[in-house]
Nanobody, 122 residues
Framework: QVQLVESGGGLVQAGGALRLSCVVAGRTFSSDARGWFRQAPGKEREFVATISWSGAYTYYADPVKGRFTISRDNAKNTAYLQLNSLKPDDTAVYYC???????????????WGQGTQVTVSS
């Protein structure tokens, strides 16, 4: 069965950086898209970034544009999210997901990981 596992979260000071990884075990689709979402306490899960199978297409939510970078290495079945210039407002549980196409809504993704905690201190 398909399993997605996030890693790389942790505690970092404002202005710092983290690199999140999402390893996929098993087959999702012949060519899947990947997405990253985040959920802060008391808030709904929100879109962060998405990437196509080839990596040619990427799209970011406005709050992270210019600071975060999504990428993937299909040979390793892994997607990444580089988080730079972190702010306290970035504090959340970060989730990766896989779907048939790039999208910005949770309902468009089929498989989800359990999340990794990112905490940014002020």
């Amino acid at each position: 069965q398909v399993q997605l596992v996030e890693s790389g979260g942790g505690l970092v000071q404002a202005g710092g950086a983290l690199r999140l990884s999402c390893v996929v075990a098993g087959r999702t689709f012949s060519s899947d898209a990947r997405g990253w979402f985040r959920q802060a306490p008391g808030k709904e899960r929100e879109f962060v970034a998405t990437i196509s199978w080839s990596g040619a297409y990427t799209y970011y939510a406005d709050p992270v544009k210019g600071r975060f970078t999504i990428s993937r290495d299909n040979a390793k079945n892994t997607a990444y999210l580089q988080l730079n210039s972190l702010k306290p407002d970035d504090t959340a549980v970060y989730y990766c997901a896989a779907g048939v196409a790039t999208a910005t809504t949770t309902s468009d993704y089929t498989y989800w990981g359990q999340g990794t905690q990112v905490t940014v201190s002020s």
